[in-house]
């Protein structure tokens, strides 16, 4: 098949510059267009309209992630597993993403926006305005999973503002482990199914977030204090709790651990209590 090779009309400016998901909202954006290319009469008319369609490469996407089949969203195993093009991932062909945003200002060859999902230094391949008549006509249908992924994907949905977070709200725990790697075999499966997200990894660390804005951090611990295990009955954390989701969740979630022949603690008709490979205590109940 023929390649196409295309110039970027301009690139993104943007305060998020790692490739890390949701809260979108909080990021503040303007698109730069090539001086090079464009004069300054080429947004003319551009403000009479509120909202714009942004065309760009995501060009810091892995090759060698690119998925071309299907795949769980997130990899989330409780979300349907669905083809590349039944989803809005980034690691899809050609790496082109769509964003309809809103246009608050212009100056000169910027434009200013609200609720771009690009990081900064995306090439931008074409600005379009929103118009009405190419809505979509009739009634629009979507599967609840991909409900359930954008919730928090713009803001933070528990905040009474979109750009603030609850006052008072746990913002992160930071655990150490003794084998991280260990620990991840654990954790790369649970914490998807619990919501989570990955936010950042880095060597000795992972962390990961959730759509209300808390997140929960990894960190493998130095080898002086490898000797050092973690004792619930002793000063310190005794365990974290989370609230579950439904009763078919939950069901799941003790197949899981049954199956991955996980250590019960304790088990209830509404909670589980379960431990990591650290001796880490973890709950999941259901209010």
Not at 1 to 16: A, Q, Y
Not at 107 to 114: A, G, S
Not at 131 to 141: K, L, S, Y
């Amino acid at each position: 098949m023929k390649t196409i090779l295309m110039t970027p009309i301009g690139f993104v400016r943007s305060t998020r510059k790692q490739i890390e998901d949701d809260l979108w909202d909080a990021e503040k954006v303007h698109i730069e267009l090539d001086p090079e290319q464009f004069s300054g009469d080429v947004l003319e008319g551009l403000t009479d309209f509120s909202h714009v369609e942004i065309l760009f490469y995501m060009n810091k996407v892995d090759p060698l992630k690119v998925e071309k089949t299907a795949r769980h969203p997130r990899n989330n195993t409780d979300w349907p597993k669905v083809g590349i093009f039944s989803q809005r991932g980034k690691n899809r062909p050609n790496q082109i993403g769509l964003t309809i945003c809103k246009l608050t200002r212009v100056e000169d060859k910027t434009l200013y926006v609200e609720g771009l999902d690009a990081i900064d230094g995306t090439p931008v391949l074409d600005i379009k305005p929103w118009v009405n008549e190419f809505a979509p006509r009739g009634a629009i249908q979507q599967p609840s999973w991909i409900t359930e992924l954008m919730t928090g994907y713009w803001s933070n949905s528990f905040s009474k503002k979109n750009d603030e977070f609850i006052f008072g709200q746990l913002h992160y725990v930071e655990y150490y482990v003794n084998d991280l790697y260990n620990s991840n075999t654990f954790w790369n499966w649970f914490m998807p199914f619990m919501g989570y997200v990955e936010y950042q990894k880095w060597d000795g660390g992972i962390s990961w977030r959730h759509s209300t804005g808390t997140y929960i951090v990894f960190v493998q611990v130095e080898t002086e204090f490898l000797n050092v295990k973690n004792n619930r009955q002793g000063n310190g954390v005794n365990h974290i709790a989370m609230q579950g989701k439904d009763q078919e969740h939950f069901n799941k979630l003790q197949d899981e651990l049954n199956k991955r022949q996980i250590k019960i603690l304790i088990q209830r008709e509404n909670y589980i209590c379960f431990e990591d490979p650290n001796d880490f205590a973890v709950e999941v109940y259901l209010p």
